[in-house]
Every structure is written in C-alpha cells, then in structure tokens.
C-alpha cells in the first residue's frame, strides 16, 4: 500500500517516503492563545488529527509536535501596537501570561471534547526564547540579517540574491511582491518591505519583552516556528501542516529562515487545510463571522436552529477533504446527523448478528476494505472513505433483514476493520461515550466540591450533594482510597 500526500510545494500529490523508514515527524503550528478557538481553528486541528491518527493506523511511529504561540504574533507584521497578547491583556485588564493560561486552557478543552489526540510535543513560544536568539544570530553571521534600531530582520532580496527562491511555496514572484508594497509600507527600519521580523525591540509600553543581543525585545512569530520545529525534528524532518492561510507569509518564512540557517529544506511534505466557511464568507474572528463550540453546542446561536453534539460536528468536518473548503450550515449538520446516526446504528446491529458460514452473496469484504484503505491512502480522502463505509452499513442492514449471509470469518474482519476505521482512525465517538465521559468529570467535580464542604464541617451541603446525587440515581461510596460513585 502507497501513501500518497498533496504536497502543497510540489503542487501535486507525491508517493510519501519518510526520511527514516517507519517513522514520521510532524509539525503543525498551534494556536495563537489570546482568546477562544472559534470553530473554523478547530477545523484545521481535526484535520490534523485524522492526518495523525491515520498515519499511526498505518503503522508509522509518529512524533507530532504542534506548538503553543504565546508570544510575538502581531496582526501586521510591522506595527509593535498590533500585538495580540498585548491588546487583549488591556481589553482583559490581566496578566499577558494570565490570557496566555486561560486561552490554553480553553483550547485544550475544546480539542478534548472533539475527541482530539494530544500531540507527543507542545512546546511554547516563551519556552523556547533562547533557541529563537541562537537562530537570530546565526542568521545575521550568515548574512541573512541585519539589525535596525534594536530589530532584527530577515533580508529576503539577499536571500534570493544567493541563488534562493523566497516565494516558492506560495508561487509568489518576488519583483511583484516588491513592485506591489514598496508604496505601502511606511517600516523605515527595513531595508526592503518583504523582509520579515526575526526579532522586534519592545516599546516601553510593550510588556512581554525578553533580554537579548540587541536589546529588549521579543521574537517574531515564523523564527517560533523554525525554532521548535528544528528542536524537536531536526533541520530536515517530513510533514509540516497548518491552516491554507499560514502559506503565506507564515510558512513562505519558515522555508527561508530554515534554508539560510541549515542549508537544507527544512520540511520535506507542505500540507495545508482548507478553511471552514459560513454564509460563505471565511470563520474569523476579526470579521465577527464566527461561531465558538460551546456556542454550537448549546444552541445559543442565531445561526443553527438546535444545539450539535460534537460527535456530529466532527463527522461533519469529515465529511469534506481536508483540502477543500467547507461552508458550515444547518442543512449540512441536519445531514450528518442523520449519517452519523445510521453509521453508528450499523455498528451495534452488527453486534447482534449471528454469522452462519453460507457462502455470502452480493458484497465482497477484501474488494471494500481495499477501497477503503485506497481512500485513507489517497491523500487521507476522508469523504470517499466514508462513502464506502456507507455501502458497508447498507450490507449490515440487509444481514439484519437476513437479506444478505456472512461467514464468521468475514464477519470478525468486517467488525474489525470497521471499528478501526469509525473509532481509531477518523476519531468517532457515539453520543453515549462521549456523554459518559463529561458526566464522569462532572461527578468527580461533585465529590470534590462535596469533600470540601466536609473539610470546612458544612455537613448540610454535603450531605445535601449526597442525597440529591441518590435521589437522582447516584449512589456515592466512601472508602479508603476515597470517594467512588455507583450509577444505580
Ligand atoms: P491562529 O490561532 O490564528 O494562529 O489560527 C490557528 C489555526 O486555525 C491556523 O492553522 C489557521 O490557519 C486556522 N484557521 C483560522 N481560521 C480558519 C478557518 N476559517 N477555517 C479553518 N482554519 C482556520
Ligand atoms: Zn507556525
């Protein structure tokens, strides 16, 4: 079986060959953790996560590292009065470390509740300030950068002056670029507009600021990138990915700072998600055309007309190639859930049927898992991979109409393979699991809430949490190793 990738350098699929045979290292870039994941950012990070989980089914050793920005991501490159952190710490009146933790806290838990695997690696922004001042200076010795008025900058014409092409993975011209924004930018600091910060003095206002060679300051947001990346997958490693809108100039940078430290490509397979729309008009924040998950899950939106469950947004997303773009909307969730509905009603009925070793008729099982797997494999082309489950959900009603026969060595391969491919590979979870898991935790709030009323001796709120929690089923036993629960 050959693993075909979309790579968005070569501009076509190419027949995936790691560097080191049966491992795989991957980066995609994090969040920028200044205020809560809308649903378009928890898009790009289930298609990650299908990418990752199927590429573990595969049988790849995968170390995934996906980074934490919580530093240095302005909205203009060239404006220090435009760093996130900073404007929300204002708006916020906290901590620019307190927004960090609350916003890294809260994607967390969304991830969670979309059933998202934790990657092996989440590295921080801040937590990698010297690795970024190292890269800095080996760029300026190199002749790659230079300093202004306490920044450092990338110097993209000396860069494609050596015979690099800077515009590469975008397909950008680099006269054009130039020809387009020298008017533009006002940035006396830079030689050229196109050159990028590495590093950026901090303003007295600016409170996130580091000591460095050239001053206080804080890094740039694609040297971030280039730095964890490289720490933990080497100068060269296999699957970059990230959001279609991080092409440029977010990844374009990367490829540069990583050819002109190393002298190598740093990244060998370029993925990129496509976006997820609504009223066809790209999710951003910055628009205000955006929904959070909570929002869609609790029905307070104006925008679909009953709460989903994550289980069905997720089926949903996969619903769509991961290249593609996908526009969200009432109708489209109506339709997965009831897909998703029928998908995992197969799954138990399958449970219950009896094989019988008649020779079955009308559906070849090695014929469908080979379609499958040419899905998973072609470019992790969910939708096609779930069309095909359907014809296999179709095959287990008629078994359960005792229309169709089974052996029972088909049947245990049927079962299996179908459960590898709903559970482990594109990461479903039935309502109930999902639901179990979130009452466990609410319980477990309940116990805790409980043992601290004991502590202080407010024994009527703690035999009140007990006995509501009987009342409603809920049987709470205390022992030795602590509190239990029994749902009755
Ligand atoms: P940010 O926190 O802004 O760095 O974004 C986190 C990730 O979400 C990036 O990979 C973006 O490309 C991605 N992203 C932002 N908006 C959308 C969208 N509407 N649909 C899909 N992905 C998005
Ligand atoms: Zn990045």
Redesign the pocket.
């Known amino acids: 079986m050959q693993l075909k990738i979309y790579n968005s350098l070569a501009g076509e699929k190419e027949i995936f060959k790691p560097i080191l045979e049966g491992n795989i290292g991957m980066y995609?870039?994090?969040?920028?953790?200044?205020?809560n994941?809308?649903?378009?950012?928890?898009?790009?990070?289930l298609?990650f996560d299908f990418i990752y989980r199927s590429l573990k089914h595969l049988g790849y050793k995968v170390r995934y590292v996906r980074n934490i920005?919580d530093a240095g991501?302005l909205t203009d490159d060239g404006d220090v009065n435009n760093d996130r952190f900073v404007k929300q710490t204002r708006l916020e009146k906290l901590e620019p470390m307190e927004i960090v933790q609350k916003y890294t806290v809260d994607f967390h838990k969304v991830l969670d509740l979309f059933n998202l695997l934790p990657p092996n690696i989440e590295p921080t922004a801040t937590g990698h300030i010297v690795e970024q001042i190292e890269l800095t200076q080996k760029l300026i010795e190199k002749g790659f950068a230079y300093e202004s008025n306490g920044s450092v900058y990338f110097d993209v014409l000396e860069y494609n002056r050596r015979g690099l092409n800077y515009g590469e993975l975008s397909k950008r011209n680099i006269e054009e670029l130039f020809a387009n924004t020298r008017d533009l930018d006002g940035q006396g600091e830079k030689k050229n507009p196109q050159d990028f910060a590495l590093w950026k003095k901090a303003s007295p206002a600016h409170i996130m600021r580091w000591n460095s060679p050239w001053g206080e300051g804080f890094p740039g947001w694609h040297l971030e990138c280039t730095a964890m990346s490289t720490k933990y997958l080497g100068e060269t490693f296999d699957i970059h990915?990230?959001?279609?809108?991080?092409k440029f100039p977010h990844h374009e940078c990367e490829i540069a700072q990583g050819k002109a430290c190393n002298d190598a490509s740093p990244v060998n397979y370029w993925m990129?998600?496509?976006?997820?729309?609504?009223n066809s008009q790209?999710?951003?924040?910055s628009t205000g055309n955006?929904i959070l998950p909570m929002q869609l899950m609790t029905g307070e939106n104006d925008f679909f007309e009953k709460p989903f469950h994550p289980s069905i947004v997720r089926f949903c997303f996969l619903q769509a190639h991961y290249r593609s773009v996908?526009d969200i909307s009432n109708d489209a969730m109506l339709a997965s859930e009831k897909g998703f509905i029928r998908l995992m009603e197969a799954i138990k009925v399958l449970n219950n049927i009896i094989p019988n070793d008649e020779k079955q008729s009308g559906f070849n099982l090695e014929e469908w898992k080979n379609k499958a797997y040419d899905a998973l494999t072609d470019d992790f082309n969910s939708p096609v991979l779930i069309a095909h489950l359907f014809e296999a959900v179709k095959y287990i009603f008629a078994l359960n109409d005792a229309k169709e026969t089974i052996s029972t060595k088909d049947f245990e391969e049927l079962k299996s393979t179908l459960n590898a491919l709903v559970f482990d590979v594109l990461g479903l979870q039935t309502i109930e699991e999902n639901n179990n898991e979130k009452l466990d935790q609410t319980l477990k709030v309940l116990i805790e809430l409980r043992n601290q009323a004991r502590k202080s001796k407010n024994f009527d709120l703690s035999d009140q949490i007990r006995d509501k929690l009987l009342a409603e089923g809920i049987e709470l036993k205390d022992g030795r190793d602590g509190t239990s629960y029994v749902l009755n």
């Open positions: 995609v870039c994090g969040p920028t953790v200044y205020s994941v809308h649903l378009g950012n928890v898009r790009t990070f298609s920005t991501h990915g990230g959001g279609m809108d991080l990129h998600a496509n976006m997820l729309t609504m790209r999710m951003s924040k955006y996908l």
